[in-house]
């Protein structure tokens, strides 16, 4: 059985896009990850090389199939999708989706993918580069005990030649006298100690530890999220909204709302529960609605999320 972890696939596409933005075909676009950047590679890729499952990966990221002729394909939204991927690249989010995981295997042209393929076909020299990229050592650890082994050996076979070489005995006497100036020696160093250095050993102990809680408090920790298209991702608090097209900010973790999520309704969806409460959200953003399935406020423009009612699905959703 294989014992390739989803873990190990990270950070193979991470190995891989190191490499591609360096001497890949497509470096101009991953070297420099934008979302626009991003969007020229997905374009380039998707024609290139139409794979069943590729295809699936894009529109499971995107909500929409690949379309080589239409001119329009990305969006704002869209474009923040990406940055989730932008930001996976540049190890910027802690706990990436599964489908920004498969689109930048695409996107550095992993193989095999996806992840059930991987972890099935993998050759030995994968293998080897799984284990550098785990930082495992096991097979350095094994040489060091064979190599130690061996130099065990020629060492005690160098000592087996001088047990035939007959030695003078020491005198006894001589044996005291080093063992009474030892003891002599130590008992006068130990005297000369002074009893103040204990202190100074104790105030030198109580700093450091001060300063070692000041450095880890004072630590950068990734407690921080930020909305990314339709869903939260937990990022590093020292993340700057740079290049993103909505500006959507840095803000403290919230696990009340780090679970909200916009969703795309249709004529499927539940909208309330057996007693008739609702169980989606809804905000107004400019003309149109979006919906979400939680209550909170609407991550882009601050607006309450009320929950929904006939009179809204009657007016936005089935007035077609």
């Known amino acids: 059985m294989s014992n390739i972890t989803f873990e190990d696939y990270k950070n193979a596409i991470k190995a891989k896009y190191e490499k591609e933005k360096e001497e890949g075909d497509y470096s101009n676009n991953l070297s420099s990850p934008t979302p626009a950047n991003l969007r020229k590679l997905c374009v380039k890729r998707f024609k290139s090389n139409p794979d069943k499952e590729d295809l699936n990966a894009f529109e499971s990221f995107f909500d929409f199939p690949f379309d080589k002729d239409k001119k329009n394909l990305f969006g704002d939204d869209e474009m923040n999708k990406l940055e989730a991927v932008k930001r996976f690249f540049q190890g910027k989010t802690e706990k ?72 003078e005995p020491l005198p006894v006497q001589s044996k005291e006298v080093k063992s009474e100036e030892t003891s002599i020696s130590t008992f006068v160093n130990m005297d000369e100690k002074p009893k103040s250095n204990k202190l100074k050993y104790l105030a030198i102990v109580a700093v450091l530890a001060g300063l070692g809680l000041i450095i880890f408090l004072a630590l950068p920790r990734k407690e921080c999220m930020q909305w990314s298209g339709d869903h939260y991702e937990i990022v590093d608090c020292n993340l700057k909204s740079e290049g993103f097209i909505s500006g959507s900010p840095v803000e403290l973790l919230d696990e009340n709302l780090v679970g909200l999520k916009k969703i795309k309704v ?20 400019g003309d149109s609605i979006d919906f979400f399935n939680n209550h909170g406020r609407h991550p882009e423009n601050n607006s309450p999320l009320r929950p929904v009612t006939k009179y809204i699905l009657d007016k936005y959703v089935n007035k077609k």
């Open 266 to 285: 249709c004529d499927t969806t539940v909208y309330f529960d057996k007693n008739h409460n609702a169980i989606i959200w809804y905000a107004k953003k």
């Open 96 to 167: 990436p989706s599964e489908d920004t995981i498969q689109l930048a295997a695409i996107l550095v042209d992993l193989r095999p993918r996806p992840f059930n393929k991987y972890k099935k076909q993998m050759d030995e020299e994968d293998v080897q580069l799984i284990d550098i990229l785990r930082g495992t050592s096991d097979s350095a650890k094994e040489v060091s005990s064979d190599n130690l082994s061996d130099k065990v050996k020629v060492e005690n076979s160098n000592n087996s030649e001088a047990d035939f070489v007959i030695e």
